[in-house]
């Protein structure tokens, strides 16, 4: 693998979500393939304490960088790290073979966004739905679609209940606020963290912006602004694992992702409502109610039909890689 391959496949992997985009990755190029490294410089403590979603945003990128790879005729094999600080090693080797699955969503690598606006009251049809379950198949990961609000409404309350948890944390509010950019020039400088443009906020200056957030937002704000949101949200989507590890972390991730470029194939928005996951005792809540047994409930997330809104930024290639 010469190095325009890799820093094209670096590029396409960093097209995937991560959690407050943080972009909490590294990149190694290596003799037979490339290492993707946790970056833990940009962990979110707070919110995801034992990197689970970290994990998972890695996986995200390993999905985005095997496609990638397929569609440049590299057969990949992943190697999968025994605990959750160690890293992801991918080798590659030239087939020529193009993997159709794979050359079916790489178009969708670019284009696919996290969209946090209101969605349209529009339904998913049971033809498209069938295409978002089966777009994946990793062992141990499932995915339950709630499609309809009659099917999502019982998962509401914990949604809330998540919510307040973390909007009454000062602690989880100032992580939070730290990763807003609050203008286009500021998201512009770093190339990662959460514009307010991609959730359709106006532009402010930085002191504003961090004063609404911790004086002007509750709780009670969000929790309304959620239950809004809702109610024009075609269905829940909500992976599971059978085991809570590095490995099942990594898998959803790729789940995950398959499941964003499918839902872009088919003009389908997403966008995270991961609260009830991110705290555990509502974790279990919810694992309960969907009847799972000893599975884990790691993702939830929105989709319905929405217009495309500015996509956020990444960083550059050179900025995630290592020397």
């Known amino acids: 693998m010469d190095t325009n391959d890799f ?5 396409c992997a960093t097209k995937a979500p991560s959690g407050h985009n943080t972009q909490a990755w590294k990149f190694e190029k290596i003799q037979d393939g490339i290492i993707i490294h946790p970056d833990f410089t940009r962990a979110l403590p707070i919110v995801d304490s034992d990197n689970h ?6 996986g995200c990128a390993l999905e985005n960088l095997v496609i990638a790879a397929s569609k440049i005729g590299y057969k990949s094999i992943v190697d999968y790290p025994n605990n959750p600080n160690s890293s992801i090693t991918i080798k590659l080797h030239l087939s020529g073979e193009i993997n159709p699955s794979d050359e079916e969503l790489f178009d969708f690598i670019k284009s696919r966004q996290v969209n946090r606006s209101k969605y349209t009251d529009k339904m998913v049809n049971n033809t498209e739905l069938e295409r978002l379950r089966n777009c994946f198949n990793y062992d141990g990961i499932s995915l339950v679609l709630l499609n309809g609000k ?4 019982k998962v509401i309350p914990l949604i809330i209940e998540a919510n307040n948890m973390q909007f009454q944390n000062k602690q989880f509010v100032s992580e939070l606020t730290d990763w807003f950019r609050y203008s286009k020039a500021e998201a512009e400088k770093t190339k990662d963290g ?4 991609t959730m359709g906020l106006p532009s402010m200056w930085r002191f504003i912006g961090n004063f609404v957030m ?3 937002v509750s709780a009670k704000s969000e929790a309304k602004r959620i239950n809004e949101i809702l109610q024009h949200t075609a269905g829940i989507a909500i992976f599971f694992s059978e085991k809570n590890d590095v490995t099942s972390w990594i898998n959803v991730g790729r789940a995950f992702q398959r499941f964003g470029l499918t839902a872009t194939k088919l003009s389908l928005c997403h966008a995270h409502l991961n609260m009830p996951c991110e705290e555990i005792s509502v974790r279990q809540k919810l694992a309960n109610l969907l009847e799972l047994g000893d599975k884990h409930p790691l993702l939830l997330i929105r989709y319905g039909y929405a217009e495309k809104m500015p996509y956020s930024f990444r960083r550059n290639v050179e900025d995630v890689t290592v020397n």
């Open 7 to 11: 820093n094209y496949l670096v590029e």
């Open 53 to 58: 979603a970290l994990y998972i945003s890695l």
């Open 150 to 153: 009659e099917n999502f409404e």
């Open 194 to 197: 959460l514009w307010t443009a």
């Open 214 to 216: 911790k004086n002007i």
